[in-house]
């Protein structure tokens, strides 16, 4: 089991960017794939972007893809999420979570963060 605490939310005005960090401690083999999520009050839990610990980047959602990009260190025990152009509608608690491998469903994912609120105003 992956413990992942996820850090670097806050408030930021519309247009503006952050960036998040989910670091992973207590890696094994078998959570090679890193997935960051989002969930809002009343909405599904969606999924933003995913990673292998190699470095290559599965997936983008579409209402991401352009303003958000996906990485992990060199060290390979911490995934980043930055958020740029961010918009009213990106307000969320934003979770970093690890899978087997690459998955797209949250169920699918073995082990999550405690989340991190981030909140965009206009």
């Known amino acids: 089991q992956v413990q992942l605490v996820e850090s670097g939310g806050g408030l930021v005005q519309a247009g503006g960017s952050l960036r998040l960090s989910c670091a992973a401690s207590?890696?094994?083999?078998?959570?090679?794939?890193m997935g960051w999520f989002r969930q809002a009050p009343g909405k599904e839990r969606e999924f933003l972007a995913g990673?292998?610990?190699?470095?290559?980047?599965?997936y983008y959602s579409d209402s991401v893809k352009g303003r958000f990009t996906m990485s992990r260190d060199s060290a390979k025990t911490t995934v980043y999420l930055q958020m740029n152009s961010l918009k009213p509608e990106d307000t969320a608690v934003y979770y970093c979570?690890?899978?087997?491998?690459?998955?797209?469903?949250?169920?699918?994912?073995?082990?999550w963060g405690q989340g991190t609120q981030v909140t965009v105003s206009s």
């Open positions: 979570a690890a899978a087997r491998a690459s998955r797209t469903s949250p169920s699918d994912f073995g082990s």
């Open positions: 207590g890696r094994t083999s078998s959570n090679n794939y």
């Open positions: 990673i292998y610990w190699s470095g290559i980047v599965t």
